[in-house]
């Protein structure tokens, strides 16, 4: 079974453009979240999709992020206009169903993103 | 007061020490215990997961959970430079709501 994969690894933009980052999902898992790291920080949340849903995006730090999730598969998240303090690793994760047990969040391997 | 207090360390140990990992947590609301750990450029990856206070035991990794002081450690017996990681210990209120995440602990296990 593959894992979550993220899009790019890495990206190196100005402060002021646009960049869009990819999650695809482990197979089946419904529920998506997205979490960023920023510089010396802890991570953080940022949103959770379940299916193509937004179930709870109260830590979306601004209007400058959107995220979506076209037919509840792979999920876009884009940063128009970026600003330097959004450099960071932001991460991708996904869970199957809750099916009343615990429900694992596996974690992708992050997109490093560098706003100069 | 930030949800979750961990010491970021970092800790440098022998190949084969104990190790001790701690972390305390404000909210009481919290039902779900966890320990992450993460390698260097990678995601982190789900090493223990508890629900309840007291121990439990997976190989060389034991996580235990008080919830009377909300305070969380994960222990590493027999230590080995593949455990060398930053580790995080992570809480949820519900199973499937938002990861809240402590800012990690690096360890280096010294062949």
């Known amino acids: 079974e593959a894992g979550v994969t993220q899009f790019p690894s890495h990206s190196v933009i100005e402060k002021g453009q646009t960049v869009t980052l990819r999650c695809d999902p482990i197979?089946?898992?419904?529920?998506l979240y997205w979490y960023r790291r920023v510089m010396g920080k802890e991570i953080k949340f940022l949103l959770h999709?379940?299916?193509?849903?937004?179930?709870?995006e109260s830590g979306m730090p601004n209007n400058r992020f959107l995220a979506e999730r076209t037919g509840g598969t792979y999920s876009t998240l884009k940063v128009q206009p970026a600003e330097l303090e959004d450099s960071g690793v932001y991460f991708c994760?996904?869970?199957?169903?809750?099916?009343?047990?615990?429900?694992?969040?596996?974690f992708g391997p992050g997109t490093r993103l560098t706003v100069l | 007061q930030k949800e979750v207090e961990q010491d970021p360390g970092p800790l440098s140990v022998p190949e084969g020490a104990i190790v001790s990992l701690n972390c305390t947590y404000s909210?009481?609301?919290?039902?779900?215990f966890m320990w992450y750990r993460q390698y260097s450029r990678k995601g982190p990856e789900l090493l223990m997961y508890?629900?309840?206070?007291g121990n439990k035991e997976d190989g060389r990794f034991t996580a235990q959970v008080d919830k009377s002081s909300k305070y969380i450690s994960l222990f590493i017996r027999d230590s080995q430079p593949s455990d060398s990681a930053t580790y995080l210990c992570?809480?949820?209120?519900?199973?499937?709501?938002?990861?809240?995440f402590g800012p990690g602990t690096s360890l280096s296990v010294i062949p």
């Open positions: 994760a996904s869970s199957r169903e809750w099916d009343g047990r615990n429900n694992e969040q596996f």
């Open positions: 197979s089946g898992h419904d529920n």
């Open positions: 999709f379940v299916k193509e849903s937004k179930q709870d």
């Open positions: 909210n009481s609301a919290f039902q779900y």
């Open positions: 508890t629900y309840s206070s």
């Open positions: 992570a809480i949820l209120k519900t199973s499937y709501d938002k990861v809240i």
